[in-house]
């Protein structure tokens, strides 16, 4: 296998670092760090440039908090140097060398290969065994808590076997295992027993139900996971099932395979051939990526009952595809629009911000024909 080098200049290229400088600013939602880092941009744009060349990679702690919508989990923000650093590293050593290595199957975080490309890619499966077979299968794998449970030794051999850059390595190990620094689970822990302290006093009538989901929030263990919330840590997460992916399609020999991160959906016409594969391969990410399935979200179905992917329930009905939104979806975007257009009124973000927000689930609602459900929620106030 052939692998990469000469790949970390590019990161302290100064087109590239102005360019993402740019880009990340865009996406920081912290208004008043964006305007305190725009005051000094230049200097920060030389300081990137500095701290690359000379390979003073010592990165700042990560400000972690927790969100419960839709479900509680931990997020891991950088400051917004550190952030531009990162975004470089994976656009110009991960992204690099690994996106002309990943299967059309492996849908997330792939620029041109995200939501509207799974549904259309799903939608093609769709159409092309319904054709052969009046009955076919659907096995839908999810993987137990994936981030917290990337091996580091098992990501960095398969980052070894890919890079030969020598302070690309560097830089990428460092990353890798900055979640083994204490005050990350120091921090996680405070903000659980905090949280379960808050619902202990509150009326809340699914208060039990909130509290075992806190409780059940992960901490890290040593040499194990990836920060949630960097963008190595996307690229990471696809890098990591890479393997496992060729796997599916050259061993086990399934054509109609979609993995959207840890979450995979196979399509064959054997169930029990699909209950074989299911065996394999639990067997090989038990074995090889120290991963364990979850069970719960874990099962095979027949086409007739339906799949959930991306928000939607897809179904075969008189040989057509039939796409409808998800209930919770239903619900999700309802009440989001609601909070969007309570932080529009009372001036909290801008006509351009509000418009980009709603224009995001409008771009996701379209491909189920959910253009009705789009303007009762919203008004028809935009585009």
Do not use: W
């Not at 360019?19 to 305190?36: E, G, H, I, L, Y």
């Not at 390979?55 to 700042?60: A, K, P």
């Not at 419960?68 to 050593?93: F, G, S, Y």
């Amino acid at each position: 296998m052939k692998r990469s080098n000469n790949l970390y200049s590019a990161c302290y290229d100064l087109n590239n670092i102005v360019s993402m400088t740019n880009k990340v600013c865009t996406t920081v939602r912290n208004k008043s760090k964006v305007d305190k880092f725009e005051l000094y941009k230049t200097e920060h744009i030389i300081n990137i440039k500095n701290r690359l060349m000379n390979n003073n990679l010592s990165f700042g702690k990560y400000n972690i908090f927790m969100i419960t919508d839709p479900k509680c989990r931990i997020v891991m923000a950088q400051e917004i140097e550190d952030k531009i650093i990162n975004h470089l590293i994976a656009e110009h050593i991960l992204v690099k060398t690994f996106e002309p290595k990943y299967p059309n199957s492996m849908i997330a975080t792939r620029k041109g290969k995200g939501t509207s490309y799974g549904i259309k890619l799903l939608k093609k499966y769709l159409n092309e065994i319904k054709n052969k077979y009046d009955n076919f299968y659907v096995l839908k794998i999810d993987i137990s808590k994936y981030f917290y449970n990337i091996d580091h030794n098992i990501l960095k051999r398969i980052l070894l076997d890919n890079i030969k850059d020598k302070d690309a390595l560097k830089v990428l190990f460092s990353i890798i295992d900055s979640t083994n620094h204490n005050y990350i689970n120091n921090k996680i822990n405070s903000l659980i027993n905090n949280r379960i302290n808050y619902l202990n006093d509150s009326n809340l009538k699914n208060k039990e139900s909130l509290i075992k989901e806190t409780s059940e929030v992960p901490i890290y263990k040593y040499n194990k996971g990836a920060p949630l919330g960097d963008q190595t840590s996307q690229c990471f997460g696809l890098i990591y099932l890479l393997e496992i992916n060729h796997y599916i399609k050259e061993d086990l020999h399934i054509r109609f395979l979609l993995n959207f991160m840890d979450d995979f959906i196979l399509l064959h016409h054997s169930k029990e051939y699909l209950k074989y594969c299911l065996n394999c391969i639990t067997n090989k990410l038990r074995k090889d990526y120290e991963l364990e399935i979850n069970k719960k979200k874990t099962r095979i179905d027949s086409i007739k009952n339906g799949i959930d992917f991306l928000g939607y329930r897809f179904y075969i009905k008189n040989n057509h595809i039939i796409m409808k939104l998800r209930n919770n979806t239903k619900k999700k975007f309802k009440k989001k629009t609601k909070n969007i257009n309570l932080l529009y009124n009372n001036k909290y973000i801008d006509y351009f911000d509000y418009k980009r927000l709603l224009s995001s689930y409008k771009g996701i609602l379209m491909y189920g024909n959910c253009n009705n459900l789009y303007y009762q929620t919203v008004g028809g106030f935009i585009c």
